[in-house]
Each structure stands twice: as structure tokens, then as C-alpha cells.
């Protein structure tokens, strides 16, 4: 008999940020889907945030690649990637860490959220992450979240603002029950 239970039920979604930038907004919408994450049951949670990786060269040769970065993508069950969008496509630092890794990526979920500072909320960042996340392995989800005017989103302590809550809330937790039943699906294949 075929048992597709585990003993270790805890899923671990990696929440990557998608930009070093100073000035960077978008981060406040990274950790509001990593603290929503972080309230569901079984999960683990480990925030990835660019700057603080550091990646020498290009590629994913010895020299291109964070060992603590590659930690993480070992251990993770699933991703979430919320990425700002930046002259149409996704931050090179996102690409850069992306690429230094290929097969530990292979056959795990991955989510998206994207932000702008305009309407259309990092679309365009999105549509141009599926095709390089598609060769790495990861099984990219069917639908997004998105954060337009991500600067007038949240307060100064990162809190959404009251009358977003509620839509982010419903959306995020429908995004999290998928993303939450490809890991399990995939994580017991993989086994
Ligand atoms: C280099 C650069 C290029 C940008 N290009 C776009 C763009 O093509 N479309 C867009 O909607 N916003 C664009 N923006 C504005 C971002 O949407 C804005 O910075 C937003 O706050 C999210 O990114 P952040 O996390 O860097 O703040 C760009 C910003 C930068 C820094």
C-alpha cells in the first residue's frame, strides 16, 4: 500500500523580496504576505531579502551562489515571490538570485504578488518572471495577487491599510490554499 502521509506535516514557503532598492516600497507588501503566511497552520515561514545575500558572480557556478541562499531553496516546500516592477520586467537582483540556483528548484509552487507605484500593480513584472521561472522547474500558479500604489498601501509600521484588509485577506488566503496544496502534492511525489 502506497502511504502518502508524512510524519512532518509543516510546509516551508521561502517569501522572496524582489529588490535591494533604498527607497524600495514593495517591501512592506513582501512582509505582509510573509506575516499572513506566517498565521496559517503548518507552515514555517522564511523571508528572503536580496540584501542580504550576496552573489559575486553571475551563473550558478561555485561563485555564483550564496550557500545560505541555497540552504533555503533546499529546505523549502514552496515560494511566494513578490516582486516590484521595474521598466516593464522584474529587478535584476530577483533575476540574480533566482538564477543561482536550477535543480533545487525543481518541481515546487511558486506564487506571485507584484507591486507598482501606478495602477497596474507589477503585472508586467509578473507575466515576465513566468518565462525564467518556468525553466528553472517551479510550477508557477494559475493567478496572482497584486499591490497597485503599493507607496499608499500600508501605514509607517507596515500595517495594510483598514480598507484593503479585508480583499488582501480573502485573496492571500485563496493564493495560500493552492500554493499550500501544490507543496503538499509535490513534496509528497518528490518523496
Ligand atoms: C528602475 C525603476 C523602473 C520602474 N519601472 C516601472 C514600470 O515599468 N512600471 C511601473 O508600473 N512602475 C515602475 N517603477 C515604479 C515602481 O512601481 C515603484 O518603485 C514601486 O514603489 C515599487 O517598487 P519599489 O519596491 O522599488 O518601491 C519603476 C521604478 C524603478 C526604480
Redo the contacts with the bound molecule.
Sequence with gaps: MICWVHMDDTITIAVLA??T?A?????KAAHYVADFAATLPNVEVIFVDPVEFTFPGDGNDPEGKDPRYSEIVAKADAFFIVT??????F?GSLKRMLDSELELYNHKPVAFAG????N?G?V??VESLLTAVRETGLVALSWDVYFPH??KMFDEQGNILEEHRERYERNLGKLFDELLWFARLLKSARD
Design positions: 524582489g529588490t532598492r527607497q524600495r516600497e514593495s517591501i516590484p516592477e521595474y521598466n516593464h520586467s529587478p507591486a507598482s507605484d501606478g497596474w507589477g508586467r513584472a503599493v507607496d
